[in-house]
């Protein structure tokens, strides 16, 4: 997102491609009708009835398909470049509560839009990263840092099933008529991204440069390298640390910073970077050559994890606090080298990934959990005897504050759990359920759609497939990424149903809810568009990192 004034330039570049967007439209539609005709003769003759009756809609209703396109187009677009409203707006909490009850049918929509998706991603990823390189020049991001293109292919997906929800027909149709957009679609925007750069060269923007980093001699990094589940023994990397006694160690000469973060600076990133205590003093007269090599190790993780890209400013200032500590720890607790295990670690991991599921640093409950977690990490801090004991208490008691925080978004959502299971008891008693793939439904909605006037359903037949497993498996509290009404979203399993039939997820960004139907969730998981979220090891990493160092030294 676009987080700086909009410049002139890139105004009227965005002015431009929105007066282009009705001819893409309509090339688009020549697409598809090309694309079913040639499918014609090998469908079935139902299959032709049905592609026939798209194909007639398709040019009767090609103006209103077309509104329906740029509308929504125009308003992906806008709110792309906008700055998002700050939290706890007026407007936001105005906003009536609604619940989205997500079907099989809403899912099988997902997963063609995830299909298009990636074949425009695919098809013009040549010329997709060529354009972001003229556009961050447009609003001065010379690095690169992230993608300012407004014309991302996700919005031009979305505004596809925009168009099709315009068509007067069956899902089924709808459905269709994304599968055979997907193809031309990317097809034309293929060449409308390079024709987007070729007018930018034409007018003389000097296109902004993929920031390239120099890694230090011996070392290398995979396309995924950030991902490994390799995590090295510490024990053994410990006797592989060079720290001879006459050899100063390698964090000598750091100084003590004049005052620690407040929470605020720190959910802002504002920290210093010193140190936070001053070592050298006591690490001089530590004459055990094991001891100074556990030391040097722990002060090796901790450089590790502050250059992880992964670890937000704000919560790398936090870890920081712990690194004068971990040192005097590992004078006094060989377990702490056990870092599957030790709560030190482990409490390091954890708020990380509670972190990362919370990613807008101007969510306030993002900022009450540093708040908390700076807290336990003062204290930490200012005890002056370091033991096992004290970052167990540290774990437990952020592990409490997360348990509290879980319990009072259910209680929050207590009428809504209420309202759904009066629902998942009626769908399994035979009587159906509502649709609502054309919107959400009201909280109150859920209890109160008479039975006599619901769609008749058969009750889904539990199976013992790999995405039953997974989805019998997940527990309240549960972090899962799954694609859901046309984008990826972090979502934290609130409540299952009684009867394991309907399935209430919050977004760990926001307060929006999701009433989530296990066929629906079924679907997903076999599409591999929803997994579970596993809490990665940010020491782990650190580890190879240090260990990767030491090798190549």
Not at 210 to 217: D, E, K, Q
Not at 283 to 309: C, K, P, W, Y
Request: proline share 6%; with cysteine.
């Amino acid at each position: 997102m676009v987080s700086r004034p909009i410049s002139p330039a890139m105004q009227q570049f965005v002015e431009d491609e929105q007066l282009r967007a009705p001819l893409l439209f309509d090339q688009l539609v020549d697409g598809i009708l090309d694309h079913a005709r040639k499918s014609l003769p090998t469908m079935t003759p139902q299959q032709r009835s049905m592609l026939g009756d798209l194909m007639q809609s398709l040019l009767s209703q090609r103006s209103r398909l077309g509104d329906y396109f740029l509308r929504s187009l125009q308003e992906q677009v806008d709110a792309q470049l906008e700055r998002p409203a700050p939290q706890g707006s007026p407007e936001g909490a105005a906003k009536r509560r609604t619940l989205a009850l997500v079907d099989e049918e809403v899912v099988a929509m997902d997963v063609q839009l995830s299909h298009i998706i990636e074949a425009i991603k695919s098809t013009a990823e040549y010329e997709l990263r060529e354009l972001q390189t003229y556009i961050s020049a447009l609003v001065g991001d010379m690095d690169v840092s992230v993608d300012h293109n407004p014309f991302r292919p996700e919005a031009f997906a979305r505004a596809t099933w925009a168009a099709s929800q315009a068509l007067p027909l069956s899902r089924g149709h709808q459905l269709a008529f994304m599968r055979y957009a997907g193809t031309p679609l990317a097809q034309l925007l293929r060449t409308a991204y390079a024709a987007s750069t070729s007018r930018l060269e034409a007018m003389g923007v000097e296109p902004a440069a993929h920031r390239t980093l120099i890694l230090p001699s011996g070392s290398r990094r995979g396309p995924r390298s950030n991902e490994t589940t390799f995590s090295p023994d510490l024990h053994r990397m410990r006797d592989s640390m060079p720290a001879p006694l006459e050899t100063p160690l390698s964090y000598e000469g750091q100084q003590r910073p004049a005052a620690q973060p407040s929470p605020r600076a720190a959910a802002t990133g504002a920290a210093g970077t010193g140190r936070p205590e001053h070592w050298t003093e006591v690490a001089r007269h530590t004459t055990n050559r094991g001891d100074r090599q556990s030391i040097e190790l722990v002060s090796r993780l901790f450089e590790a994890m502050q250059s992880d890209t992964r670890v937000p400013d704000d919560v790398r200032a936090i870890i920081s606090r712990l690194h004068g500590p971990a040192m005097r720890l590992a004078l006094r607790d060989a377990g702490m080298l056990d870092q599957d295990k030790h709560p030190l670690w482990r409490f390091i991991n954890r708020l990380c990934f509670e972190c990362e599921m919370a990613p807008d640093p101007g969510d306030p409950e993002r900022y009450q959990l540093l708040k908390s977690a700076m807290g336990t990490v003062d204290q930490l801090a200012a005890e002056p005897e370091q033991n096992n004991g004290l970052y167990r208490w540290a774990l437990d008691r952020f592990e409490s504050f997360l348990h509290k925080r879980l319990t009072r978004r259910l209680a929050a959502a207590a009428s809504q759990i209420g309202a759904l299971q009066k629902l998942e008891d009626k769908i399994l008693a035979g009587r159906g359920t509502p649709t609502s793939f054309h919107g959400t439904l009201d909280i109150e909605e859920l209890d109160t759609v008479p039975a006599e006037l619901m769609e008749r359903s058969t009750p889904v037949q539990r199976g013992e497939t790999a995405s039953d497993s997974w989805l019998d498996g997940l527990r309240p509290g549960d972090w899962v990424r799954m694609f859901l009404q046309g984008r990826w979203v972090q979502a934290r399993l609130l409540w299952p149903g009684e009867r394991g039939e309907v399935f209430l997820f919050g977004d760990g960004g926001s307060d929006t809810t999701w009433a989530v139907r296990r066929g629906a969730l079924l679907a997903m998981h076999t599409g591999r568009l929803a997994k579970t979220l596993k809490q990665r090891s940010i020491v782990g990493s650190a580890a190879a990192r240090v260990q990767e160092q030491v090798a190549s030294a």
